[in-house]
């Protein structure tokens, strides 16, 4: 499991049809060998009449590389799941629906928008850990765009038409390290505090601007550097770096964000961002957590974004 195809080429070679597909997320499922979801039993035999499925021999229950995971019923092969994920953990800026749709020649727009939801839903890992040590943390806004319109927002700190965001930046040495990015509902001390609490270990060093809304923050050493007339990316460079750098991302690949469906965006450029440095092991990681993820429908995705 330490091979990591390092391009499309070795990607082809490596899975070449639906067996290798399966027998590697059976060996990404099940790392020490099979585990019935059911009674715990490590025993089982492929049945011949079910595509990918095990039955149990202590409790007879069924169970295909598939079930239970975020390709649970879908009607996609392995390939085309593979290849999906292959293509949205490996490209540096990632790949949009529209994009994914044309270049695995998939049935519509609908079924390529879906297959892209889902990986990006398990993208976050359940178990990730909070950042700590020195945390650079601050918030923004990113231009939005109308369903059928151009990008659109008001101007400096206005709030209208634009999407909020805080973001935190976990500085190692002399870069950074691990990202978090959440959609916020306002700038307040209880949204930020809530980015902080669910974010932030405890005892960590966060670094803000001195915004009003960040002392008082449970669980950190606050460190505030008052801007003043100093530009706000030289006290904070990375979390700013961060947010030019999503920026640039959200508009040359989706042409800017829609507010329905924000979070989901971030979390893809979290997870990209933070494998950056081992960009096709992050194929792997991607399938990884997808086989540990339970399943997810089009209307629980779209309920989900709704209410976010």
């Not at 039993?41 to 590389?65: E, F, G, I, N």
């Not at 960040?214 to 530009?231: L, Q, T």
């Amino acid at each position: 499991m330490s091979d990591f195809p390092h391009s499309l080429i070795a990607f082809q070679r490596r899975f070449p049809d639906e067996a290798a597909c399966a027998a590697y997320l059976a060996a990404l499922r099940w790392p020490d060998g099979f585990r019935c979801p059911g009674c715990g039993h490590d025993q089982a035999w492929m049945l011949d009449t079910k595509a990918w499925t095990y039955q149990c021999k202590q409790c007879r229950r069924q169970t295909s590389v598939t079930a239970g995971t975020i390709m649970h019923g879908s009607k996609l092969s392995l390939i085309i799941w593979l290849w999906a994920a292959y293509l949205m953990a490996t490209h540096s800026n990632g790949i949009s629906a529209f994009q994914l749709w044309k270049q695995l020649g998939l049935g519509s727009y609908k079924t390529a928008w879906l297959l892209c939801a889902k990986l990006r839903h398990a993208m976050v890992d359940p178990d990730r850990k909070a950042l700590f040590g020195l945390v650079e943390i601050d918030e923004t806004t990113i231009h939005h765009r109308t369903k059928d319109g151009p990008i659109c927002g008001g101007q400096g700190r206005s709030h209208d038409g634009k999407l909020l965001l805080a973001g935190a930046v976990e500085v190692v040495g002399p870069g950074p390290g691990r990202i978090r990015l959440a959609a916020i509902k306002d700038f307040s001390a209880t949204s930020l505090h809530g980015f902080i609490a669910t974010n932030i270990a405890p005892a960590t060093t966060a670094k803000t601007d001195g915004w009003s809304a960040y002392p008082g923050a449970p669980g950190v050493n606050h460190d505030p550097r008052v801007i003043g007339a100093m530009a706000a990316h030289l006290v904070l460079p990375w979390i700013h770096r961060v947010f030019s750098n999503l920026k640039t991302w959200a508009l040359g690949v989706y042409h800017g964000l829609r507010r329905k469906h924000l979070q989901s965006y971030l979390d893809e450029f979290t997870f990209r961002f933070n494998r950056r440095r081992t960009r096709h092991a992050a194929f792997r990681s991607l399938l990884r957590i997808a086989s540990r993820r339970q399943p997810v429908t089009y209307k629980m995705l779209i309920a989900a974004e709704a209410t976010g």
